[in-house]
């Protein structure tokens, strides 16, 4: 593979924020837009870092104390698209989806939740993610 395509929109939906300040400044630098989810988009915002809500994007609010952020063809589709594939440009344009090129997401601690004595069983529901590992592909 020697073609880069240029990374132009990224995604941020981090559990962990450690570096997450540094890293958006430097895409902003760059020029790249960068949309996220619910904290560490206003964790951005109030860093002074441009960011798009991902609810702007999805046309849709967070639901279900922020379990539905992601999962919307917006989103998937943003970042599943071929580009060299007319049919999955003509979707795009179709569904007002523009492309996502990257992609930084980490996710739920669930194992270190688990691995705690006093771990409730909705502790643990509540850090089994769902929508980060949709993204990462």
Same mark, same amino acid.
């Given at each position: 593979? %020697?073609?880069?395509?240029?990374?132009?929109?990224?995604? &941020? #939906?981090? #559990?962990?924020? %450690?570096?997450? =300040?540094?890293?958006? !400044? !430097? @895409?902003?630098?760059?020029?790249?837009? &960068?949309?996220? %989810?619910?904290? %560490?988009? !206003?964790?951005?915002?109030?860093?002074?870092?441009?960011?798009?809500?991902?609810?702007? /994007?999805?046309?849709?609010?967070?639901?279900?104390?922020?379990?539905?952020?992601?999962?919307?063809?917006? +989103?998937?589709?943003? +970042?599943?698209?071929? $580009?060299?594939?007319? #049919?999955? $440009?003509?979707?795009?344009?179709?569904?007002?989806?523009?492309?996502?090129?990257?992609? =930084?997401? *980490?996710?739920?601690?669930?194992?270190?939740? @688990?691995?705690?004595?006093?771990? #409730? !069983?909705?502790?643990? /529901?509540? *850090?089994?993610?769902?929508?980060?590992?949709?993204? +990462? $592909?």
């Amino acid at each position: 593979m %020697t073609d880069i395509a240029p990374i132009t929109t990224a995604l &941020i #939906s981090v #559990s962990d924020k %450690t570096g997450i =300040i540094d890293l958006a !400044r !430097r @895409l902003n630098a760059a020029g790249v837009r &960068i949309i996220s %989810t619910g904290g %560490t988009a !206003r964790l951005l915002a109030d860093e002074g870092i441009d960011v798009t809500p991902v609810a702007d /994007v999805t046309g849709a609010a967070e639901m279900m104390d922020g379990r539905v952020k992601t999962l919307h063809p917006a +989103i998937h589709g943003g +970042i599943l698209a071929r $580009r060299d594939n007319a #049919s999955h $440009r003509a979707d795009m344009q179709a569904g007002g989806i523009s492309a996502i090129d990257l992609v =930084i997401v *980490n996710l739920y601690p669930f194992a270190a939740t @688990l691995a705690r004595p006093d771990a #409730s !069983r909705d502790d643990l /529901v509540e *850090n089994i993610d769902i929508g980060g590992p949709a993204m +990462i $592909r």
